[in-house]
Every structure is written in C-alpha cells, then in structure tokens.
C-alpha cells in the first residue's frame, strides 16, 4: 500500500541518483564533492530505514527481501571509496520507481492533500541540498564558507531561521540563495504543523467514533 512516505522516498531516490553521478563527475577531494557526500550518506539512512520497515512490516520477509529486499539494502550504501561502484545497484530502485508509476499517479489523484505535503518535504529538502552546494561553490573563495561542515551549518541556521550569524554569506548569489532557503525553511515548517495537525485532528474523531 502506498503512503506518503514512500512517496517522499520514490522522489529522493530519484534525487540520489543525480548526487551520485554528480559525486563521479568531480574531484573526489574537493569540499563541494564532500559536502554532497554528507547529503548522500544522509539519504542512504533514510533507504536504510526504508529497508527495515518493510522488511519488518513484510508477512513473506524472505520473499522481499530475495526480490526486491537485496537490492533496497544495497542502495543504502553510502558513497565510500570501498563501495563506489556498488552504488550502481540504485538504478535498480528508480525500476522499481518506474514499474510503480501508475500507483504512485493514482495515489497522488485520490490523496491530492497528503501528496502535496510530500511534495513540499521533498522540495524543502532538495532546495536545502542545491542552495548549500551553490553557496559553498560561490563562497569558497571571497567569504568565510570554505568547507563542507561550514555549509551545512549555515544551510541548517538559516532554513530553522535562528539566524546564528558565525558563517554568512558575501557575494550576491549567495545572500540570494540565502532568502530562497529562509523562505523555504518558513514554508515548510508551516506546512509540517499543519499536517501534524490534521492527523492529531482525524485520530481524535476516530477515537470519538468508536
């Protein structure tokens, strides 16, 4: 049964696969590939718990997992030397993607409400991964944003809006990334609450239905 979960999953999937042909196309040294190393081992965790869901919630566990178990387990490995190549079998979870299309089209059309908080935690986190690496690709040389863990500090400080102010950015592309993420990060907390809200909401009146 699809969810909004899977949903969120389908879509970053898709995502992971463009950070992995990024991480081959650049230097395996640079702080930009570092930093999409970070984003990806990120995702990777998120697959990883994917995994264990369903393969916990699963009633035929061996059946999934020597069809498509094995290959949900092997696109949870992180971008690291050892297992760089390995990391082809992601392809794999786009088929399953693909092979489900339909579902997810059907999903979406009937839970229209459910589908578009999805959208916007998947749009949050993409804009969070794109803005931070075009800071720290722009920043590197004329600010004080020069290495990874700098980004990602000041990608997190300036999406939750605390406005810590130890790295900033200087360039004008930066300072305008820096609004899109301020803009997103009010977005998407807004929409998170409400959605909250309305599933504390409907288990109330199941309860009071009973």
Same mark, same amino acid.
């Given at each position: 049964?699809?969810?909004?979960?899977? /949903?969120?999953v389908?879509a %970053?999937?898709l995502f992971?696969? *463009?950070l992995?042909?990024?991480t &081959?196309?650049l230097?395996?040294?640079?702080?930009?590939n570092?930093l /999409?190393?970070y984003?990806? &081992?990120?995702?990777?965790?998120?697959?990883?718990y994917?995994?264990?869901? $369903? &393969?916990?919630?699963?009633? $035929?566990k061996?059946k999934?997992?020597?069809?498509?178990?094995?290959l949900? /387990?092997l696109?949870s490995?992180?971008?690291? *030397?050892?297992?760089? !190549?390995?990391?082809?079998?992601?392809i794999?979870?786009? %088929?399953?993607?693909? $092979?489900?299309?339909?579902m %997810?089209?059907?999903?979406?059309?009937?839970?229209? +409400? *459910?589908s578009?908080?999805?959208?916007?935690? &998947?749009?949050? +986190?993409?804009?969070?991964?794109?803005?931070? =690496?075009l800071?720290? !690709?722009?920043?590197?040389?004329?600010?004080?944003?020069?290495? *990874?863990?700098?980004? /990602?500090?000041?990608?997190? +400080?300036?999406? =939750?809006?605390?406005? !810590?102010?130890?790295?900033?950015?200087?360039?004008?592309?930066?300072? %305008?990334?820096?609004?899109?993420l301020?803009? #997103?990060?009010?977005?998407s907390?807004?929409?998170?609450?409400? !959605?909250? #809200?309305?599933?504390?909401?409907?288990?109330k009146?199941?309860?009071k239905?009973?």
């Amino acid at each position: 049964m699809l969810s909004v979960n899977k /949903l969120i999953v389908a879509a %970053l999937s898709l995502f992971s696969i *463009a950070l992995l042909t990024m991480t &081959f196309f650049l230097p395996e040294e640079s702080e930009v590939n570092k930093l /999409l190393h970070y984003y990806d &081992f990120g995702l990777c965790v998120v697959f990883f718990y994917d995994f264990l869901k $369903q &393969f916990i919630n699963s009633d $035929q566990k061996l059946k999934y997992f020597f069809t498509y178990g094995w290959l949900d /387990l092997l696109s949870s490995i992180p971008v690291i *030397a050892e297992f760089r !190549y390995v990391r082809i079998f992601r392809i794999f979870r786009v %088929l399953r993607i693909i $092979q489900s299309f339909r579902m %997810l089209v059907k999903f979406i059309s009937s839970n229209r +409400v *459910a589908s578009l908080y999805g959208l916007i935690i &998947f749009m949050a +986190v993409t804009i969070m991964i794109i803005t931070s =690496t075009l800071v720290l !690709y722009f920043e590197k040389d004329s600010g004080n944003i020069k290495t *990874a863990e700098d980004a /990602l500090w000041w990608n997190y +400080v300036t999406i =939750t809006t605390v406005g !810590y102010g130890d790295f900033y950015p200087v360039t004008s592309i930066g300072k %305008l990334l820096s609004g899109i993420l301020i803009l #997103t990060g009010i977005a998407s907390f807004g929409a998170v609450i409400s !959605y909250i #809200t309305g599933r504390v909401d409907t288990i109330k009146e199941k309860g009071k239905n009973r």
